[in-house]
């Protein structure tokens, strides 16, 4: 049986942008995703904790250390700049996997987005 378990969650970013007039997707500072094991591409949820918004889109890397967290097309009328997001990406793995299973869990610095 295969079951659906967190594999990656950016805990507690701040909205740096949202760009209505871009394609669509999230942008996330790449050492952020490297850190929480996220690709480029990769669906993400985005569960807002300023106005209790949940989407889902998919992610494309932004600037190293740059600390941007930018909501592109649709998704930017989701968010206004400076929410607090959480970003949660899923996947499938066997049950007996997924009980021994540790997703990359990551806590930014909540006021710049970087890694500390």
């Not at 079951?3 to 500072?29: E, F």
């Not at 793995?93 to 009980?99: F, G, Q, T, V």
């Amino acid at each position: 049986m295969q079951i659906q378990v967190v594999k990656s969650k950016i805990h507690r970013v701040k909205v740096t942008g949202a760009d209505l007039n871009y394609i669509g997707s999230i942008t996330i500072d790449e050492d952020l995703m490297d850190a929480a094991n996220i690709i480029q591409g990769e669906k993400v949820q985005i569960v807002n904790n300023n106005n209790g918004e949940r989407l889902e889109t998919y992610c494309i890397p932004g600037p190293r250390n740059s600390g941007e967290i930018t909501l592109n097309g649709a998704a930017a009328r989701k968010v206004a700049v400076g929410d607090v997001l959480i970003l949660i990406c899923y996947a499938y793995m066997d049950y007996e996997k997924a009980k021994t299973f540790s997703p990359a869990i990551v806590f930014p610095n909540e006021e710049t987005n970087l890694l500390e």
